[in-house]
């Protein structure tokens, strides 16, 4: 079985990379005048090679440290790379740039190649080949085999093509290699027409399989596109997976809406944003040490953005330091778990760092709380539970699907992880309609827990004299949360954890409130009972307090404590009325108000069975809250 795998250049100019594919395969990857005219390579060239198992997309990049940016789209999707050294030049600058980039993209294969030996005596050769070893120590090209060649007369081409096998073989032993079912996704390097078949697009496949008539996403505006045609390497095709150089024919997209930076995606895989949170190294190479806030340029798949880079919890790096960052980028991305990027300052332009993406589409950290820190730690895990646990938690209010995980942390048999998370109560379903529900990480209902009972505490310290408070308008201030199902969900929580107190009216923080004693707790207890018990004819104040056994002192309190709470309600200055006996009062009229025709005070004095002592002030005080309207003697409801 044949596997495909991308081969990438990497070395300074003039050092015979494009030469030496020309060797190789017989294909001058220099297609434009410009480069032929100026015998430098400006814009990545293509090629393709098969040695024994392996089929290898080759991408010829430009060495030049003007055309960096270029070097670095091409870099994108590499699996293996060839670091090539003019052996009459040895190491120079973008020998050294290169090799940085292509550590920094996480490449774990490849070869070095000593071109224009014919050039030299042996013995510099020597030297040459010592600085090569010097230079690539520490990195993954440190035991990599170093092959003398020469373009013009074939020096050692047998030799390299061995060596490129066998640093195929290791690179086909990675992950990312060797699993092809996850989503399709391509970074677009190129875009161009062609007359009869309109919108074309090139790129390494970075992951997954793509087919004729597939609908994809082109990212990051999400615009909906369709596979009209494939070609790999000039050959038409029915699909084309991962490892492979593919041109893509596409329907629904006018070449112009499309530039170098851009990716195709399979339908809901990628998610564009403007903030990513990251693991940050900065290179020991550089001078002076990376400053909070600093303006870089974020070069990601194939896309170069502007960005600021916010460094957590410290106002600058050392040389040679990490940590976890923030990026704000100037336009939106799409990016997922644990790609690489590199970083390069504005002035002078040149490489000062990279990492891996923790949190695509991330919210903004405001300093990190040790579960913060513990989180970001676990998306640096080799286990995709964890992984998985810690992407939930990031993805705050956002549900977590079960192929979100693919995008989030990297897993590759999503719907497993997703499930063991739900079974381990790390992930937890809130029913949102009876057809939709979504999933949040249990850390996330925990810290709006403690969110709500701040806010209660609040509240309580304002109103010291109320043991609980009205839910309404305590729900109305998380109303930014998004859905009220999710609230409910968090004051649920709360209440069965018993750190509230929750009816369908009222709400409380237990602890807080008025500090009553054994004997107040127990005559608040049995004034509510008898003010319940006596209807609409309770007793004043004064006559309430007369009739108290005990702490008659306490009643005018406690009654105000309990109309403040919403168990009674003041009807006039002494006139306090159970809440569920007006409750059923007020049903009582609705069902016998007639909407045309109203009812007299007399008329309402008799249907609720009481005297004008306590007729008068409740109509009065229906007419105050707007339950009903007056009209001479008459008064009809407000709202029938």
């Known amino acids: 079985m044949t596997t495909d795998l991308i081969l990438g250049t990497a070395g300074h100019i003039d050092h015979g990379k494009t030469s030496l594919i020309n060797a190789l395969t017989g294909i001058d990857t220099d297609r434009l005048p410009e480069e032929k005219r100026r015998g430098i390579t400006i814009e990545l060239g293509f090629a393709e090679m098969t040695l024994g198992d392996f089929r290898l997309g080759i991408v ?35 020998t050294r740039e290169h090799l940085e980039i292509l550590r920094l993209l996480n490449l774990a294969a490849g070869v070095i190649a000593i071109t224009k030996c014919d050039l030299v005596e042996p013995d510099w050769l020597e030297l040459v080949e010592e600085e090569i070893r010097e230079l690539v120590a520490g990195s993954f090209l440190e035991s990599a085999a170093i092959v003398r060649t020469s373009s013009s007369v074939g020096t050692g081409l047998d030799e390299l093509r061995d060596a490129i096998v066998a640093a195929a073989r290791r690179a086909a032993g990675l992950d990312r290699v060797t699993h092809l079912d996850t989503p399709f996704r391509m970074a677009i390097d190129r875009c161009f027409t062609l007359t009869g078949h309109g919108t074309v697009v090139t790129g390494s496949a970075g992951s997954g399989t793509v087919s004729v008539g597939d609908e994809l996403e082109l990212q990051p505006s999400g615009t909906a596109v369709r596979v009209r045609r494939l070609h790999n390497h000039d050959r038409e095709a029915e699909n084309a997976h991962r490892g492979q150089r593919v041109a893509i024919n596409l329907a629904g997209v006018h070449h112009d809406e499309i530039q170098r930076g851009q990716e195709l995606a399979a339908r809901d895989y990628l998610k564009a944003g403007k903030l990513l949170t990251v693991w940050l190294l900065y290179l020991d190479s550089t001078r002076r040490p990376l400053k909070h806030r600093s303006q870089i340029r974020l070069h990601l798949g194939t896309a170069e953005i502007i960005a600021s880079l916010v460094l957590i919890d410290q106002e600058s790096l050392a040389p040679g330091g990490s940590c ?74 956002r549900s977590v699907e079960p192929q979100d995980l693919a995008r989030l942390a990297g897993v590759e048999h999503f719907a497993d992880v997703h499930q063991r998370l739900l079974n381990e109560g790390e992930l937890l379903t809130i029913t949102i309609s009876p057809t939709r529900t979504a999933h949040l990480h249990r850390q996330v209902i925990e810290s709006l827990c403690q969110r709500f009972e701040a806010a209660l505490r609040n509240l309580h310290e304002q109103n010291p004299l109320r043991s609980s408070l009205d839910r309404a308008p305590f729900v109305r201030g998380f109303e930014y949360l998004g859905e009220s199902a999710i609230i409910e969900a968090v004051l649920n929580s709360l209440h069965r954890s018993g750190r509230i107190r929750l009816t369908k009216k009222s709400i409380a923080l237990v602890g807080c409130g008025p500090k009553l004693s054994q004997n107040e707790r127990k005559l608040l207890a049995t004034l509510l009972s008898q003010f319940r018990a006596a209807g609409l004819g309770t007793p004043t104040v004064k006559e309430a307090q007369q009739q108290a056994k005990k702490n008659q002192d306490s009643v005018p309190q406690l009654i105000t404590l309990a109309a403040t709470d919403g168990d009674l309600v003041e009807i006039s200055s002494d006139y306090f009325v159970h809440a569920e006996v007006l409750d059923q009062v007020q049903q009582t009229l609705r069902d016998t108000i007639s909407p045309d025709e109203g009812m007299t005070m007399s008329q309402i004095r008799e249907c609720l069975s009481t005297t004008r002592k306590f007729a008068i002030p409740l109509c009065e005080y229906f007419d105050r809250i707007g339950f009903t309207r007056r009209d001479g003697d008459v008064r009809y409801l407000v709202e029938p």
Request: proline share 4%.
């Open 60 to 94: 010829d990049v430009p060495g030049h440290e003007r055309f960096v940016r270029n070097m670095l789209a091409g870099a994108t999707g590499m699996d293996l790379a060839m670091l090539v050294v003019a052996a009459d030049d040895s190491i120079k600058q973008q």
């Open 324 to 397: 976890f960052a923030q990026l704000f980028l100037h336009d939106t991305v799409a990016t997922t778990w644990n790609q690489p990027f590199v970083l390069r300052s504005e002035s002078p332009a040149m490489t000062i760092g990279g990492g891996q993406v923790l949190v695509p589409s991330a919210s903004k950290l405001r300093g990190l709380a040790d579960l913060d820190r513990q989180m970001l730690s676990a998306l640096r895990s080799e286990n995709a539970t964890q992984r998985a646990s810690a992407a939930s938690y990031f993805s705050g209010l």
